[in-house]
């Protein structure tokens, strides 16, 4: 069973697509956090965020509470945007529920 | 900024070594995590704590221990390393509080010979 459920798995696009990611999850949260990996690097916080939505330069990120549902957006995609791009939430205020991530890989 | 370090980025160690995987913080924070990562399987955790001594199982413990005698540091220790511990481990940190953002340090990739 898996309480963050990510779709789609994996992604290819054209540069300049606008790009979806979503994260549906089970458990009651405070905060949903979206994290990026490049590939063979460690894991960075792109946004956390409980209500609404949140802009950073082209990478939008929504949620819907009461449907417990999120999206990341990129708009404008580069190849450098290519990576893993993960699905977290907190169940304790210790412990987290990862989703299995989204390879996104942007082409030239 | 939010650093976390990973002591080694790379390492090759034959089956049965023990093995030591070393993560230190620079922001205070409670709450440290050890997680692997494989392909498909996303992050698991393997075990966290959430002060000086204190260590608390995650959902992958076997083979793993753990130690945390400074706030800022906290060990992973492979006993008797296995070729199905060949994986990348990420440490990461927290201050306790579910709204509170997770940082993760660059990953240790443990390849067992």
């Known amino acids: 069973k898996n309480e963050v459920e990510q779709s789609p798995q994996n992604l290819t696009a054209q540069e300049g697509e606008f790009i979806t990611i979503n994260c549906s999850y089970s458990?009651?949260?405070?905060?949903l956090h979206w994290l990026q990996q490049h590939p063979g690097g460690g894991i960075v916080s792109l946004f956390m965020?409980?209500?609404g939505k949140k802009k950073h330069g082209r990478l939008i990120a929504t949620i819907n509470i009461q449907e417990k549902h999120s999206s990341l957006h990129i708009t404008a995609s580069h190849p450098r945007d290519s990576a893993v791009y993960i699905c977290?939430?907190?169940?304790?205020?210790?412990?987290?529920?990862f989703g299995t991530g989204t390879s996104l890989t942007v082409i030239p | 900024d939010v650093k976390v370090t990973q002591s080694s980025r790379y390492l090759v160690k034959r089956t049965g070594e023990k093995v030591f995987l070393e993560c230190v913080q620079d922001?205070?924070?409670?709450?440290m995590f050890w997680y692997r990562q494989d392909p498909g399987l996303g992050l698991r955790l393997i075990y966290f704590?959430?002060?000086?001594?204190?260590?608390e199982k995650g959902d992958i413990p076997e083979g793993y221990s753990v130690s945390r005698e400074k706030k800022e540091r906290f060990s992973l220790i492979l006993e008797s390393a296995s070729t199905n511990q060949t994986s990348m481990y990420l440490c990461?940190?927290?201050?306790?509080?579910?709204?509170?953002?997770?940082?993760f340090g660059e990953g240790s990739w443990l390849t067992v010979v």
């Open positions: 977290a939430v907190p169940f304790t205020s210790n412990q987290f529920y």
């Open positions: 458990v009651g949260i405070s905060a």
């Open positions: 965020l409980s209500s």
């Open positions: 922001m205070d924070h409670e709450n």
């Open positions: 704590s959430y002060d000086v001594k204190m260590k």
């Open positions: 990461a940190s927290a201050w306790i509080g579910s709204g509170n953002t997770i940082y």
